[in-house]
């Protein structure tokens, strides 16, 4: 009776709980399973890693959303271009780019859609440079800009289609 008084008061639960297979260990920083295993680096080395990499990033969009304005830009700019089976005038992707960089910093809206969790950040990104470019081929190209769908000026993404 004795014996089991004493399993009750040290396993949680009352039951006799069985301990998990012995772990071998170096020092205290280095665990591995058995002789022939592989070592791993630690999550925290890894995390701070990733801090370092991140904070190296040239500009706060990047670093807050490690989003590349850069590549979203042309990626907009080849949809269009696609869908109207012609090329815009050059500089387009860069002037999306830097519009996005001017804002970022300096409009708390802008600032709060592209922080969004998961991709709803980077969603956000693409419908503003989709409506950018619309904006800007009504004021410059008004023959391509009538060619898109209404749907565009509001950001959303063209058929694969074409017409």
């Given at each position: 009776?004795?014996?089991?008084?004493?399993q009750r008061r040290n396993s949680p639960g009352g039951r006799a709980v069985p301990s998990a297979p012995r772990v071998r260990?170096?020092?205290a920083n280095d665990v591995?399973?058995?002789?022939?295993?592989?070592?791993?680096?630690r999550p925290t080395t890894l995390r701070r890693q990733f801090s370092t990499w991140q904070a190296s990033l040239p500009t706060a969009?990047?670093?807050?959303?490690?989003?590349?304005?850069?590549?979203?830009?042309?990626?907009?700019?080849?949809?269009?271009?696609?869908?109207?089976?012609?090329?815009?005038?050059a500089g387009y992707a860069a002037r999306l780019a830097s519009k996005t960089?001017?804002?970022?910093?300096?409009?708390?809206?802008?600032?709060?859609a592209l922080n969004r969790p998961g991709n709803r950040g980077r969603d956000?990104?693409?419908?503003?440079?989709?409506?950018?470019?619309?904006?800007?081929?009504?004021?410059?190209r008004y023959a391509l800009y009538k060619k898109l769908p209404w749907d565009y000026a509001l950001g959303r993404k063209l058929p694969t289609s074409g017409h």
């Open positions: 009776m004795k014996k089991r008084s004493q260990r170096r020092n591995l399973p058995h002789p022939g295993a592989v070592r791993t680096p969009l990047e670093r807050d959303t490690l989003l590349m304005p850069e590549a979203i830009a042309e990626n907009v700019v080849q949809e269009a271009e696609r869908f109207l089976k012609t090329d815009l005038p960089y001017h804002l970022y910093p300096r409009h708390k809206h802008f600032h709060a956000n990104l693409y419908m503003y440079m989709r409506h950018w470019t619309c904006s800007w081929l009504k004021r410059e």
